[in-house]
């Protein structure tokens, strides 16, 4: 059985930045699609970024493009999350997902597995 568990998380200032991290154990981590997806409060989970199974690829939502960097180390088991230049609006809770999918999407239902969540707080 998959499990992910998120950290990194925190409050920080308009400005900042924050590094999350996701830890993946159970199966064979190369093998999974990443992503990471976000929940601000009294909204739906929205995407922001995946990354492909070796690391070579990357996709970003279109809110998070330049400032946030998806990347992976499959020797560690570990998915990253590197937000920069971080806005009050980027509140949320921050989730780490795993799909057993050949390509990169946006969609949550085609992830298999979640982490539980960690809180990011951008204060103005």
């Not at 990194?8 to 981590?29: D, E, K, M, N, Y």
């Not at 180390?73 to 999350?81: E, G, H, I």
């Not at 085609?110 to 960690?118: F, K, L, N, V």
């Amino acid at each position: 059985q998959v499990q992910l568990v998120e950290s990194g998380g925190g409050l920080v200032q308009a400005g900042g930045s924050l590094r999350l991290s996701c830890a993946f154990t159970g199966r064979t981590f190369s093998s999974y699609t990443m992503g990471w997806f976000r929940q601000p409060p009294g909204k739906e989970r929205d995407f922001i970024a995946a990354i492909s199974r070796s690391g070579r690829s990357t996709y970003y939502a279109d809110s998070v493009k330049g400032r946030f960097t998806i990347s992976r180390d499959n020797a560690k088991n570990t998915v990253y999350l590197q937000m920069n230049s971080l806005k009050p609006e980027d509140t949320a809770v921050y989730y780490c997902a795993a799909g057993i999918i050949a390509t990169m999407t946006p969609h949550p239902d085609a992830y298999d597995y979640w982490g539980q969540g960690t809180q990011v707080t951008v204060s103005s």
